[in-house]
T-cell receptor, first 112, second 114 residues
Framework: KQEVTQIPAALSVPEGENLVLNCSFT??????LQWFRQDPGKGLTSLLL?????REQTSGRLNASLDKSSGRSTLYIAASQPGDSATYLC???????????FGKGTRLHILP | DVKVTQSSRYLVKRTGEKVFLECVQD?????MFWYRQDPGLGLRLIYF???????EKGDIPEGYSVSREKKERFSLILESASTNQTSMYLC?????????????FGQGTRLTVV
């Protein structure tokens, strides 16, 4: 059974720092991996999608990498800002049955 | 823009009531999902549908049922609401079997059962 783990569960960093969020998954048979952002009480907003054949994707200050063989992905946020404070979730689309499995998220707080 | 729309942002229902949560997507996606999200437990899959009238149980289907009579609409039904079903409910949709496509989420329904 696919399991997705995110470490750390919570993170506080001063504004302006670069930071890395980690995601690991147990079964490498995935279609893709997606990073989401969730603000308190809201739905999920898609940030980046990495296909199973890709190594990384970039959008603005965000860069996501994927190492399928080792079951790992990282989300790199450059020059963090207070507006980046949110919960970040990673999810994998499972190849065999199209299900999407989530990690529990990393709650990020950027200190002004 | 892809849109996944959930019928209510907030709902308050009484124990024992039958509750319907509705979700509509406008991108002709085959797959639709219902999750619940609870502190410390993350998002857990309740039910999944990969086509009209087709459904599959997720990790926590007990106490829930679903209906998908039309491709764009996926309903979650709480047959007899209980207080332990108080939660945030999230609906999502995606294309079937495609590597490149994202999952899109609705804004969530915060359900309180009293």
């Amino acid at each position: 059974k696919q399991e997705v783990t995110q470490i750390p569960a919570a993170l506080s960093v001063p504004e302006g720092e670069n930071l890395v969020l980690n995601c690991s998954f147990t079964d490498s048979a995935i279609y893709n991996l997606q990073w989401f952002r969730q603000d308190p009480g809201k739905g999920l907003t898609s940030l980046l999608l990495i296909q199973s054949s890709q190594r990384e994707q970039t959008s603005g200050r965000l860069n996501a990498s994927l190492d399928k063989s080792s079951g790992r992905s990282t989300l790199y946020i450059a020059a963090s800002q207070p507006g980046d404070s949110a919960t970040y979730l990673c999810a994998v689309k499972v190849g065999r049955d199209d299900k999407i499995i989530f990690g529990k998220g990393t709650r990020l707080h950027i200190l002004p | 823009d892809v849109k996944v729309t959930q019928s209510s942002r907030y709902l308050v229902k009484r124990t024992g009531e039958k509750v319907f949560l509705e979700c509509v997507q406008d991108m002709d996606h085959e797959n639709m999902f219902w999750y619940r999200q609870d502190p410390g437990l993350g998002l857990r899959l309740i039910y999944f549908s990969y086509d009209v009238k087709m459904k599959e149980k997720g990790d926590i289907p007990e106490g829930y049922s679903v209906s998908r009579e039309k491709k764009e609409r996926f309903s979650l039904i709480l047959e007899s609401a209980s207080t332990n079903q108080t939660s945030m409910y999230l609906c999502a949709s995606s294309l079937s079997g495609a590597v490149r496509t994202e999952a899109f989420f609705g804004q969530g329904t915060r359900l309180t059962v009293v």
